[in-house]
Nanobody, 124 residues
Framework: QVQLVESGGGSVQAGGSLGLSCAAS????????MAWFRQVPGKEREGVAF???????RYTDSVKGRFTISKDNAKNTLYLQMNSLKPEDTAMYYC??????????????????WGQGTQVTVSS
């Protein structure tokens, strides 16, 4: 059973930085994607950053140049470093994982493992 446990997040002023971590356990897939999604009330969950098993990453346009996704395979931990934060980055952030993919899908329905979420609030 795959378990994802997020940590980090919190409140910061615009222009500041925050880091998120996601500890993964129980993963047995050889090809997999890990991702960070975010969601605000009343809106669909949005894919923010994606990274596959060989370390290829991609980002949604709104966070390019500001967010960095990375992973430490030895620690089974996924990270999201968020810099130059904007009020519109305020959301619940979720770690997600999907097995059997080389090119990471953007569709949240393709991800079958989710963390509990961690709130990020950016004030202006």
């Amino acid at each position: 059973q795959v378990q994802l446990v997020e940590s980090g997040g919190g409140s910061v002023q615009a222009g500041g930085s925050l880091g998120l971590s996601c500890a993964a356990s129980g993963y047995t897939y050889s090809n997999y994607c890990m991702a960070w999604f975010r969601q605000v009330p009343g809106k669909e969950r949005e894919g923010v950053a994606f990274i596959n098993s060989v370390g290829t990453s991609r980002y949604t346009d709104s966070v390019k140049g500001r967010f960095t996704i990375s992973k430490d395979n030895a620690k089974n931990t996924l990270y999201l470093q968020m810099n130059s934060l904007k009020p519109e980055d305020t959301a619940m952030y979720y770690c997600a994982a999907a097995g059997g993919w080389y090119s990471c899908p953007s569709d949240s329905r393709k991800y079958n493992n989710w963390g509990q979420g961690t709130q990020v609030t950016v004030s202006s």
